[in-house]
């Protein structure tokens, strides 16, 4: 296999999980809260062939790089989460909630066998359920919601109303007629970079963290006077950030860059046959 080929194959591994990337953003494109992620692109390491004299005087007033540089291909060097606001949807039901600030998120607890972590979300559809003897607030997919302590939010009665006094901070009228108030956890996300995609709408830290790195750093939890900080809007939804036009131009563009790249090895085969047919 000569270069050319190497050069190509290493290029159409990570063009095909940028496809895979853009795939997965426009299947999320209605999912409440997704944050959209993009790939950044890097050359992999390349080899310098060191052709010019050893005379002091040959190389003056160049611009380019000493020698011929040959590379190998391109990786993907990096998936970023893009924080854009997506758009509010009007629902008008109590329990649908949406920020309007970028990089707040909800608390949530997802267990995962025996082991339970704490995720984060900007997907406000929020449910009350019956857990057997209390009631819980919980996201649409079961994972309960905390509170600024990291505790679940648990009702001795099922709920009847529940109304925002203040961003972040609920009071809800349960079926004795007794009113409660609960305070959504809420954190601020410092640096997207460190998160994980763990769901659809889901984040969280990777399970190998460098111990070296300070969690406050990443996000922050915005309790007592930071709750200050906190714009959370009732009775409506954030859509997904998701623009379908802008993913299938990007993906029009992947799909051009895998046909140069599969006729750079067609082409390089063709001369290998050239060759080996010499007599």
Do not use: C
Not at 55 to 62: I, Q, T
Not at 153 to 181: D, H
Not at 193 to 217: A, C, H, R, T, V
């Amino acid at each position: 296999m000569n270069r050319t080929m190497i050069t190509a194959v290493n290029t159409l591994s990570q063009l095909q999980k940028q496809v895979d990337l853009i795939g997965h953003n426009m299947a999320n494109a209605e999912t409440t809260g997704y944050k959209k992620r993009e790939a950044s692109f890097a050359d992999l390491m390349a080899q310098q062939i060191n052709n010019y004299s050893s005379r002091a005087d040959s190389e003056v007033g160049r611009v380019s790089a000493l020698g011929i540089r040959q590379g190998i291909g391109a990786r993907i060097s990096q998936t970023g989460m893009i924080t854009k606001q997506g758009s509010l949807k009007t629902t008008d039901r109590p329990l649908d909630l949406a920020f309007t600030k970028e990089n707040q998120y909800l608390k949530v607890r997802v267990q995962e066998g025996n082991d339970s972590q704490i995720q984060f979300t900007r997907n406000g559809e929020l449910d009350i359920v019956n857990t057997g003897g209390q009631w819980m607030l919980a996201t649409k997919d079961g994972h309960p919601v905390l509170d600024e302590y990291n505790q679940v939010i648990t009702f001795s009665q099922n709920v009847e109303n529940v109304k925002m006094i203040r961003p972040g901070t609920f009071e809800v009228r349960m079926g004795n007629g007794e009113n409660a108030i609960f305070q959504l956890g809420v954190i601020t996300l410092n640096k997207p970079q460190f998160m994980e995609q763990k769901g659809n709408s889901y984040i969280g830290l990777p399970d190998q963290l460098n111990n070296n790195i300070n969690l406050d750093d990443i996000y922050v939890n915005l309790t007592e006077e930071g709750r200050g900080e906190i714009s959370l809007q009732q009775g409506v939804l954030e859509v997904s950030n998701v623009d379908i036009g802008i993913e299938m131009t990007d993906l029009m563009t992947v799909q051009r860059a895998i046909q140069f790249q599969s006729r750079s090895i067609t082409l390089a085969d063709q001369m290998m046959g050239l060759v080996n047919g010499i007599r």
